[in-house]
């Protein structure tokens, strides 16, 4: 027989880059129904070398790729136990953890999340519920996003889901089924020229309003053909890299200019992204800070009312997610959907590892 409620950490590394984040959750399951409280929560920074060896990952040989998962696993196992020691968290069912994304190709039936070795269970010295995208792109799904399932049972007084994070990824109900896929890059993009100006990020996208909009570049980014692709569809830093920043750089302007004319671009694709263009939006993620890029996405969805949540339901809700996640996964109950991801049926991903399963 399964538990009505669940004490998780759950732990999530976004493509941004602003580090690990923990949250401790109490989630509660009653006439079918999950509702959840989020305890303490904090955002474990990277310090320079891990960020250069996680921003330079999709370069690495299979070799160094084995080696960097190895110390990656070390290092969020031992973050994690320092987190619950801290915070001298007691009677925890899981660790519920994404890791990180470092390579996703979906089309060649491969992606990677790193962190996710059975040692981390031993670091923790508790179950870990982890690895939640690989079985998807196996059954011929994107094995993104994964977050829709959450939003489903979670935030269904909503109409849309938004998060704002190194991508845009949105999901709705549609004809009885939660569809869900990324929109476009953001901060993956408005990271990289804040840093070539001395900043880790565009705070409230000051920099970026400074800047003048180019028209051209802004209608070479909509032009791009993943935007005319159907869903379901993923995005993987591999596409900035390869795709976007060679286009952005291949126009002489400022760096102001290339951040205003990208979130312009990021504005207009995820108002076009919407079927409906009216109803109530709930946006999370880091990008929910940059309030240059919320002025321009009201601008073209003129008709959506905009939620931006409490702090820590903004901040942690992919950490929330994932803890929840990895809930079901315990059950043994769906937690990724084929609507979603395009794989050939729902089903319940994620590995999961006993905290004796490995003796190190």
């Not at 028209?215 to 159907?230: E, G, I, R, W």
């Not at 205003?260 to 207009?268: L, W």
């Amino acid at each position: 027989m399964f538990k009505d409620s669940y004490t998780i950490i759950g732990v999530m590394s976004g493509t941004s880059l602003d580090g690990v984040d923990l949250a401790h959750i109490n989630f509660i399951l009653s006439n079918n129904h999950w509702t959840f409280e989020i305890g303490v929560a904090e955002t474990i920074s990277y310090d320079e070398k891990w960020l250069n060896q996680l921003k330079n990952a999709v370069t690495f040989t299979k070799d160094q790729l084995q080696e960097l998962n190895q110390n990656y696993t070390e290092l969020l196992g031992n973050i994690i136990r320092d987190f619950i020691e801290k915070h001298q968290l007691k009677s925890i069912d899981a660790v519920c953890s994404h890791g990180h994304t470092i390579l996703h190709q979906p089309q060649n039936g491969y992606t990677l999340q790193i962190g996710n070795l059975p040692e981390i269970a031993a670091i923790c010295q508790l179950n870990v519920v982890c690895d939640f995208r690989v079985q998807d792109v196996q059954m011929g799904g994107q094995g993104a996003p994964l977050v829709p399932s959450g939003d489903r049972l979670l935030f269904s007084e909503f109409d849309y889901c938004l998060n704002l994070g190194g991508f845009s990824n949105i999901s709705f109900e549609q004809d009885g089924k939660r569809i869900a896929f990324d929109i476009s890059p953001v901060n993956t993009v408005l990271n990289f020229y804040a840093n070539q100006l001395g900043f880790a990020y565009d705070d409230r996208g000051t920099i970026a309003q400074s800047g003048e909009l180019h028209s051209t570049l802004f209608d070479a980014l909509n032009a791009l053909d993943f935007y005319q692709k159907p869903f379901p569809k993923s995005l993987g830093f591999e596409y900035v890299k390869e795709v976007v920043l060679p286009l952005m750089e291949s126009y002489t302007m400022s760096s102001e200019e290339k951040m205003r004319t990208f979130v312009e671009h990021v504005a207009f694709q995820i108002a076009n992204a919407s079927p409906v263009k009216k109803g109530k939006l709930l946006i999370t993620g880091g990008g929910a800070y940059n309030d240059f890029l919320i002025e321009r996405l009201q601008f073209y969805a003129p008709e959506v009312t905009i939620t931006i949540p409490e702090p820590k339901v903004l901040e942690y809700k992919e950490a929330l997610i994932f803890g929840l996640l990895g809930v079901l996964k315990l059950r043994n109950e769906i937690n990724v959907l084929s609507s979603v991801t395009g794989a050939k049926h729902d089903h319940s991903s994620g590995v999961i590892y006993k905290r004796n399963d490995f003796i190190s």
